[in-house]
């Protein structure tokens, strides 16, 4: 059974930092590109960050290119984002989403964290 959880969410001040963790189980890590996404409500969801199988590439949304940083760790099965300089704006629900690098097809998300940045 495949799984993904994500956990580092809370509330954090405009300016603030969190940690997002989103520890995987039930597949072959190292195979998978994985990503971040994000939803606020009343909006679509939206792609923040993605990273190839192997961590050599990066690539992020412009609106948090330079405040957030993605990384993975295909010891421990788990993918991180750094985020720094957190605005308002990045309030939403964050998933993770893990895509077979071979086929598309087969992908798996994960429950959700909420980020709330508010003073």
């Known amino acids: 059974q495949v799984r993904l959880v994500e956990s580092g969410g809370g509330l954090v001040q405009p300016g603030g930092s969190l940690k997002l963790s989103c520890a995987t189980s039930g597949l072959t890590f190292s195979v998978y590109v994985m990503s971040w996404h994000r939803q606020a409500p009343g909006k679509e969801r939206e792609l923040v960050a993605t990273i190839t199988s192997t961590g050599g590439t990066t690539n992020y949304a412009g609106s948090v290119k330079g405040r957030f940083t993605i990384s993975r760790d295909n010891a421990k099965n788990t993918v991180y984002l750094q985020m720094n300089s957190l605005k308002p704006e990045d309030t939403a629900v964050y998933y993770c989403?893990?895509?077979?690098?071979?086929?598309?097809?087969?992908?798996?998300w994960g429950q959700g964290t909420q980020v709330t940045v508010s003073s």
């Open positions: 989403h893990a895509v077979h690098k071979q086929v598309a097809t087969i992908n798996y």
